[in-house]
């Protein structure tokens, strides 16, 4: 953890310098990739040793089977064999060396490396294979219509902005901003006017990158002080079970997982700030002209706090992971795409029996809490006080919901979730089951427009949030030769 911490630091300050003196304006792409990547490299190698070649081996067999496999179905083998290699690291390190501890712990940065592999195979093949009026309208914005080069692919994949923590980010957005056309935008008026305000301004991040340090510092705080007197573990403890009454006992379930989230507020928060710090992460500019810094943020504390829905409290935890399971999976099931999806993720999660307890157990609540919004929720929106003291209702249920989910998540193996869900006797467990067989639930249809017409397990607000909309920006420069479709990737922002 304080090795992590350390390089973390020092790729905000390599960040800083990166931007000021090996800025776009005054150095070439190429230079940017092989800094990026060395430093990239570098920090994997303080950071984690010899595993650190994990993730060059992972790359470098994904981009040759990228190479021979060809466009129509290397998505297929690179999603298969990046997954695999992590799935066997996972293994080894935990049933082999150090079942429960995190020492080495070298799986997390492949991780995301897993979700740079796929979704770029996925977007080759969007771009180089699949017909434009197939696919949807995100897959068409983030296609990829050339095969990138050795050194862009490393450089995408271990860059020392994100190596370490991510967050992920679409192929077509990183290569922007290394070639240095994320700034070159216009904000078009509404009659379609361009207002020459905004014309090739190269804002600076300084203000986001404080507010996010900030953050980063009240939650490592509350980590260090608050955190460690709220064990989730205690929800388990014999005595505890005995004597405490069921409302102490979930209270405390709540407050613990509670306090359980500052820890990755702190690493995604920092990670993000990084990528901000070296001019990466510029969403646009809002109507009133004031910058926006959070293409590739990870989430929204307010919103996860005070979430009054299971599907609203997933829109805003690990938001870019969301999207690329929405993008590599959700989209494209044949068959319960729910059920895949979270599969998917307890597997990409890791091999702890508990990720798969959580995310089995998600499933249940999110089409319980799915059929009870599509079945009463309208009742109570007409009248303002009626809408409150419902807001109230759902995130009560909502925050004990997640906590009673993520404790397996949490506690990682099997006998101590079990000796959890027992002492609750299951109760949520039951009661999604209950619902859902008196609630109907509205089938989930495939297609592209049929799918666009029902709501996923992540919003397709946080979507279009990532892909904006689409008349508000244009660029000017097309060194993609595809100024459309870049275009498509500035869009005014609309909450």
Known sequence: ???FVVCQLFALLAAVWFRT????????????????????????????????????????????????????????????????????CQITRVYIFDYGQYSADFSGPMMIITQKITSLAFEIHDGMFRKNEDLTPSQRCLAVRRMPSLLEYLSYNCNFMGILAGPLCSYKDYITFIEGRSYQLQQSEANGKEDTKYEQTDPSPNIAVAQKLLICGLSLLFHMTITKTLPVEYNIDDNFRATAS??????????????????????????????????????????????????????????????TSFKMFLDNWNIQTALWLKRVCYERATFSPTIQTFILSAIWHGVYPGYYLTFLTGVLMTLAAR?????????????PV??????????????????????????????????????????????????????????????????????????????????????????TNNSFSQKQEITCRYQALKQ
């Open 386 to 475: 009626v809408k409150l003291c419902y807001d109230i209702v759902t995130w009560m249920a909502t925050q004990a919901a997640i906590s009673y989910t993520v404790v397996p998540f949490v506690l990682l193996s099997v006998k101590p979730s079990f000796t959890f869900y027992s002492s609750c006797y299951f109760c949520l467990h039951i009661a999604s089951i209950l619902v859902l067989l008196v609630f109907p639930l509205k089938r989930t249809q495939k297609g592209s427009k049929k799918h666009e017409s029902v709501q996923p397990l992540w919003s397709r607000k946080q979507e279009e949030e990532s892909l904006l909309q689409k008349n508000s920006y244009s660029t």
């Open 371 to 383: 059929a009870i919004r599509n079945n009463i929720r309208h009742y109570f929106v007409e009248s």
């Open 246 to 307: 069921w409302p102490v006992r979930f209270f405390y379930l709540y407050v613990s997982l509670m306090a359980a989230r500052p820890k990755y507020y702190f690493a995604w928060t920092l990670a993000d700030a990084i990528n901000n710090a070296a001019g990466f992460g510029f969403r646009g500019y809002d109507k009133n002209g004031v910058t926006r810094w959070d293409l590739i943020s990870n989430l929204r504390i307010q919103q996860i706090e005070f979430s």
């Open 1 to 3: 953890q304080v090795n």
């Open 21 to 88: 003196y090996l800025h776009s304006s005054k150095t070439s792409p190429f230079i940017r990739h092989v800094v990026a990547t060395l430093l990239g490299l570098y920090l994997a190698l303080f950071c984690f040793g010899w595993y650190a070649l994990h993730f060059v081996i992972q790359s470098g067999i994904s981009y040759y089977i990228m190479i021979i496999i060809g466009v129509e179905n290397m998505h297929k083998y690179c999603f298969v064999f990046a997954l695999g290699y992590l799935t066997v």
